[in-house]
Structure formats: C-alpha cells, structure tokens
C-alpha cells in the first residue's frame, strides 16, 4: 500500500518506538497547545532531534497545535509557529481558524494539517479549507467511507487523513464539555479527564427512611458505562479505505504505552507491506482494548458503545523493554515479574517477532543468577537463542 502510515508520540522514547516499529510519519506534541497535555510532550530540543532523525530516516514528524486558541494564546502561537517552521517539522496539525491565519502570517512554509477538532465532515468544507493554504485534511470519524469518496472526487488535490485505530471519543469528532462540567479540565484545551469512561451510579431519595443512597445504572444488564465508545479497528479495510482516497492512515493514542503503540504499529505495518492479516488480527488482541468497531465507516452504526468495562486485558503481558542482545543472551529492563521456566515471546519489527523461548537462566545486572525477576527497571540478562534489538519488547502470554 502506498498510503502513509501515521502514529501517535507522547514522548521521545515512544516516537523512537514509532520509528523502530515502521511508521512512515509520527505525530508530536510539544509543551503547549496540545490537546493532550497530561503527556510527557516534547521540548523544543527534542522536537529538533525528532526533526533529524525523522528525516534521516526519510521519515516525516507532525506537530500538534490544536487546542482551540484564546486570545491570549497569540504571543506565544507565533513564536511557537516560527519555531516549528526553524526546527524542520514537516507540519503543524491545527484545528482553530485564528491560528491557522497566524501560522499562515508568521511561518508560512511550514504546513499546516486541518486537525480532525475542526469537524470537517463535507466536501464543501474540504474544498475551503484547501483555498486558506490547508495542505491536509484529517477528516471527522463520523464519516463513511462513500462520504469520504465523494470528498476526495470533488477535490481531488487535497491531502486526506482518517483514523485506522484506537479509542473513540462519544462526542462529536472530540468536542466534548463532559471534564469540563465534571473536573473542571477542559478537554478542548488539552485536559481531558476522559470522564466518559468513568462508571456511572445515580443517587436516590428512599422515600421510606429519608436516606440518600448509590444506586447502579443498568444498561440491558450489561453495566454501567454508559458513555464509554469501543475502540476503532479498521485493519480490514485499508484497501477500501485507500481507495476512497485516503492518503494517511492515523492511529490514536500519545496517551498510550510504548508497548501498546509498538503492537498496533507493528500489526498494520506488517500487513501494509503485504503480510498475513490473521497475524495482524492476532496482534491486534495482544494488547488492553475495548471492544472493536468500524464505527461509521460502512454507514449508520449505533452499536458503538461499549458497556460491558472501561478497557479489557490483552491476550499478553508487558515484561520488559530490549536493551541489547551479547554472546547469547538478551539484557532487557524489567516492567512486569517473570520467572525462571517461564515462556517469553519476542515483539520486534524483525523476523524474530513472535517467536518464544523459555527463560531457563536469568541474571541481575551484578551477575547473580536469580530464580524470579522481581525488581521493576532492573537491567536483567536472560539466555536467548535470537538476536534482539534496543527496541524490541518481550512479553508473556496471559494465564486466564
């Protein structure tokens, strides 16, 4: 497939790993004006460093800049724009009109991508925002596919992004006030507590004593998460959606793990490069996620909720991050407890992905043999028959 591949950063370990795990092109956000702000986000040394790198490896980096701006936000905007433009972003992802108007003044080779906030769900629309030096639309979730190929027919010459994977937002296209009115965090400026997927109880009189009592919320007894979207899965239908004219594949998630985010990258890459799409099927299960939708890309859905939990397990566990592999054996930094016997699997973008092996000798990183790899962050040295890379994962299948 010829379409580009786009993943989410929260954090310069994990645009490496989104670099490492085959993405075409990685989507950033610096210190400010980012609607996710509860990330690690990048300086603006590290954005230069991701800038160089991305391009050493003909790879391109995206910068988020899509709260919707106040007037105050302006001083800082400008600068913010002439320095993405200086560091060698390949584009700023913007979604308030005013901004888009002062990047326009302030750095005006620097591209602009029509965030996914600004709601764009018709052809008209894409056709306006092509005409204010727009090179790239990331398109409403709410669209079909049919909609999306009437969009790409009537302007052809623009650039079309949607999103392939990772949770959904019940509001429209994000535009959410739910943390705002509940937490007072607003999720349009960045700080977006996901109260919708908190479990929901109502409070009652009882008429008898006189008492105020938590009563549950049933939903066809199923639960009570009554605002909580599945996630979004369209591996299925990358062809389609390419022929719809999509130009960009986007998977969500900067608030999500590096583990995770190398899984779900890991699975569509593999696949875009003419692999097996049960493999990539499977992949998709290994990692924590909500039940899976095509929410609207075939048409009108409304099974698009999941109320059963907040988030279900994957099929593995995270055990720890690759440092290097040496004389036989592989030093990884433990993140979740293994033990000696246990039968660990490779997650890499190589030819080992996949494959087990038993871990029969374990080692600390003073060289004492050790029975059970308790200690978080510790460097351990365990016996493996494959070479690995820093970068690589291993994990564990999930005893149920």
């Given amino acids: 497939m010829k379409a580009e591949l786009l993943a989410p950063a929260g954090s310069y370990a994990k645009f490496l790993t989104a670099l490492h795990f085959g993405a075409d092109a990685v989507y950033v956000g610096g210190k400010n004006f980012s609607l996710r702000i509860f990330a690690d986000n990048f300086t603006t040394d590290e954005l230069r460093s991701a800038a160089l790198l ?3 490896n003909d790879k391109k980096l995206y910068v988020t800049a899509n709260v919707f701006a106040r007037n105050a936000d302006f001083s800082l905007l400008k600068d913010y724009f002439v320095s993405l433009q200086e560091l ?23 591209e602009i991508h029509l965030s996914t906030q ?8 894409v056709r306006f925002w092509k005409q204010q030096g727009v090179s790239r639309v990331v398109l409403a979730r709410e669209l079909s596919l049919k909609e999306i190929a009437e969009i790409h027919e009537f302007t052809p010459e623009m650039e079309l ?11 429209y296209s994000g535009r959410c006030l739910l943390s705002d009115y509940l937490d007072g965090r607003s999720s349009n400026r960045g700080a977006c507590v996901q109260s919708c997927r908190w479990r929901y109880e109502v409070r009652a009189l009882n008429a008898t004593n006189g008492k105020s009592e938590w009563l549950p919320i049933e939903e066809d007894e199923k639960g009570a998460y009554i605002l909580n979207s599945k996630d979004l899965n369209m591996l299925d239908y990358l062809q389609e959606m390419e022929g719809a004219g999509i130009s960009s594949f986007k998977i969500e998630g900067r608030m999500k793990s590096g ?8 699975a569509y890459r593999r696949l875009m490069d003419g692999g097996d799409i049960e493999i ?4 998709l299960s290994n990692v924590a996620h909500r039940e899976y939708t095509q929410a609207y890309a075939l048409g009108k859905n409304s099974q698009t909720v999941n109320y059963d939990d907040s988030q279900s397990k994957g099929d593995y566990v995270y055990i720890a991050d690759v440092v290097k592999s040496e004389n036989g054996y592989v030093f990884a930094e433990m993140r979740n407890r293994f033990k000696k016997g246990e039968v660990l699997e490779i997650l890499s973008p190589t030819e080992t992905c996949g494959k087990s092996f038993v871990a029969n000798e374990i080692y600390t ?18 016996a493996c028959p494959y070479e690995l890379k820093q970068g690589d994962y291993i994990r ?3 005893v149920k």
């Fill in 54 to 56: 991305a391009h050493q």
């Fill in 88 to 110: 060698g972003a390949d584009a700023a992802i913007i979604s308030d009109p005013g901004a888009i108007y002062v990047a326009k003044q302030v750095a005006p080779k620097l």
């Fill in 118 to 125: 600004a709601n764009t769900t018709n052809k008209y629309a």
């Fill in 161 to 171: 992004e949607a999103f392939v994977h990772g949770a959904m937002c019940i509001s």
């Fill in 259 to 266: 583990y995770y985010l190398a899984t779900v990258i890991n």
């Fill in 280 to 283: 990539s099927r499977k992949e």
């Fill in 365 to 382: 990183s003073e060289g004492v043999e050790t029975d059970d790899a308790k200690l978080v962050q510790e460097i351990y040295r365990i």
């Fill in 396 to 398: 564990r299948k999930n």
